[in-house]
C-alpha cells in the first residue's frame, strides 16, 4: 500500500510569482498516486524523469491531472493523466559516469502514449505521438514532453547501463515514433501499456521480475531498429556465409563458451572459418564490439548468479572466475560500470529469484 506521511498528505505549493508553474509534492515508498486535479511540486515532476533531470512546466498554469507512479526493481513506471501542458527537463550536471552513483547515471524512457497525442523533442528531433505509438528518450540529454491535448501516457524508466548497446545506436533511435504498423511496434506497445497499468497491483517478486523482461524487449527494439536503418555488412568473397544467419549461431557458440577465460575473437572466428577482421566488422556493424558483448553476457549471468543465491552462495570471487572473469577486481569495477552498484550490493539486494532455488 502507498506510504504517505502527513506533511506529505495534501501538500500544495501555491506560485510566488516567476515564469513556471507551481507544482505540488506526494512522495511515497513504492507506489505513490495523485489523485486527479493535484497540481503537482517540482520535486514530483522531476521524479517523472529522474533524479539527474531539472525539470520545468512549460506552460502557464498548475501542471494538473492524475499521476501513479512505482519502482519494480531498477524499473521506475509512472502513469499520466494530464490535462494539456508540458515539461522539459535538462541534465543536472554531475560527477564522472565512472565515479557516480546509481542514481547520478543516465536513463533511458520509454514512453507510451496511451490515449491523447504527445510531442517528444530531443537531439534536434521532433516527434508526435498518437495512440498506441511509443518513443524513446534519455535523460542524458535535454527533453521536451508537450501534451497539447488531455493525454494518458505511461513512462517506463531504466538505466542505460543495464542495456547491452552502444550509444550509437541508441541515438539512432531517440526521439523517434514507433508506430503500431511496425512488426515491434504492434507488439511493444500494447504489452508495455497492460504491464504499466497492471505494476501497481503486482506482488513484489513478479513486479521486480519485469525489469528484466522489459530490458530484454527494449534491447530487441532498439538492435532491431539498427538492423533496419543501417546496410548489412557485406560478405567478403568466398566466405560463403550470410551475416544474417551467421551472427546467431556466432552468439549462440559464446553463449555455450561463455565460462572459459581463453574464449577469444580468434578462437571465435575459428570455430565459424571467418577471419578475426571480418568477425570484429560484424559487430561493428551492429554498433558494438565481440569484446563488449562477450563480457556484457559474462556480467548478466554473474549477476543472476549473485541474485539468485545471495549470501549462502559461493562468493563473488567465485562467481567472477565461474564465467570467465580472470581477475575478481576488475569483475568488481566492469559489474559496477554496468549496474551502478557493487557485486556485493547486488547479492545483498532482495532479488525475487531467490525464493525459487
Given at each position: 500500500m502507498p506510504h504517505r506521511t502527513g506533511e506529505q498528505k495534501g501538500e500544495r505549493e501555491q506560485q510566488q510569482g516567476g515564469r513556471h508553474a507551481p507544482l505540488s509534492a506526494q512522495a511515497t515508498m513504492d507506489v505513490a498516486h495523485v489523485a486527479k486535479g493535484t497540481s503537482y511540486s517540482a520535486e514530483t515532476v522531476k521524479g517523472i524523469l529522474g533524479p539527474t533531470m531539472e525539470v520545468r512546466a512549460q506552460h502557464a498554469g498548475p501542471f494538473v491531472g492524475d499521476m501513479t507512479r512505482g519502482r519494480y526493481g531498477y524499473l521506475h513506471i509512472t502513469t499520466l493523466d494530464v490535462a494539456p501542458h508540458g515539461i522539459s527537463g535538462v541534465p543536472v550536471p554531475g560527477p564522472d559516469i565512472v565515479t557516480a552513483s546509481r542514481h547520478d547515471r543516465p536513463?533511458?524512457?520509454?514512453?507510451?502514449?496511451?490515449?491523447?497525442?504527445?510531442?517528444?523533442?530531443?537531439?534536434?528531433r521532433r516527434t508526435?505521438?498518437?495512440?498506441?505509438?511509443?518513443?524513446?528518450?534519455?535523460?542524458?540529454?535535454?527533453?521536451?514532453?508537450?501534451?497539447?491535448?488531455?493525454?494518458?501516457?505511461?513512462?517506463?524508466?531504466?538505466?542505460?547501463?543495464?542495456?547491452?548497446?552502444?550509444?550509437?545506436?541508441?541515438?539512432?533511435?531517440?526521439?523517434?515514433?514507433?508506430?503500431?504498423?511496425?512488426?515491434?511496434?504492434?507488439?511493444?506497445?500494447?504489452?508495455?501499456?497492460?504491464?504499466?497499468?497492471?505494476?501497481?497491483?503486482?506482488?513484489?517478486?513478479?513486479?521486480?521480475?519485469?525489469?528484466?523482461?522489459?530490458?530484454?524487449?527494449?534491447t530487441a527494439l532498439i538492435t532491431d531498429h539498427v538492423a533496419d536503418t543501417r546496410p548489412t555488412a557485406a560478405v567478403p568473397a568466398g566466405a560463403g556465409t550470410d551475416s544474417r544467419s551467421l551472427m546467431p549461431r556466432i552468439r549462440a557458440y559464446i553463449n555455450l563458451h561463455l565460462a572459459e577465460p581463453e574464449l577469444s575473437p580468434r578462437s571465435i572466428a575459428a570455430a565459424h572459418h571467418i577471419s578475426v577482421r571480418y568477425l570484429h566488422r560484424l559487430f561493428s556493424q551492429e554498433g558494438t564490439t565481440i569484446s563488449r558483448w562477450i563480457q556484457y553476457r559474462r556480467l548478466e549471468e554473474a549477476g543472476r548468479d549473485l541474485a539468485r543465491r545471495g549470501r549462502d552462495g559461493p562468493t563473488i570471487s567465485f562467481v567472477a572466475h565461474r564465467w570467465g572473469f580472470v581477475s575478481a577486481n576488475h569483475f568488481s569495477r566492469a559489474f559496477r560500470n554496468r549496474y551502478g552498484m557493487t557485486p556485493r550490493d547486488w547479492r545483498d539486494f532482495p532479488h525475487p529469484n531467490r525464493a525459487e532455488t
Open positions: 536513463e533511458l524512457v520509454i514512453a507510451v502514449q496511451a490515449s491523447g497525442t504527445g510531442v517528444l523533442e530531443q537531439e534536434g508526435r505521438l498518437s495512440e498506441a505509438d511509443l518513443a524513446l528518450f534519455t535523460t542524458a540529454r535535454g527533453v521536451t514532453l508537450d501534451f497539447p491535448e488531455p493525454s494518458r501516457v505511461h513512462l517506463l524508466r531504466l538505466p542505460q547501463a543495464v542495456l547491452p548497446v552502444s550509444g550509437e545506436e541508441l541515438s539512432d533511435i531517440l526521439a523517434t515514433a514507433i508506430r503500431p504498423g511496425t512488426e515491434l511496434g504492434a507488439l511493444l506497445a500494447p504489452l508495455l501499456s497492460s504491464l504499466a497499468e497492471a505494476a501497481p497491483r503486482w506482488q513484489f517478486q513478479a513486479a521486480s521480475r519485469m525489469a528484466g523482461h522489459v530490458t530484454a524487449l527494449l
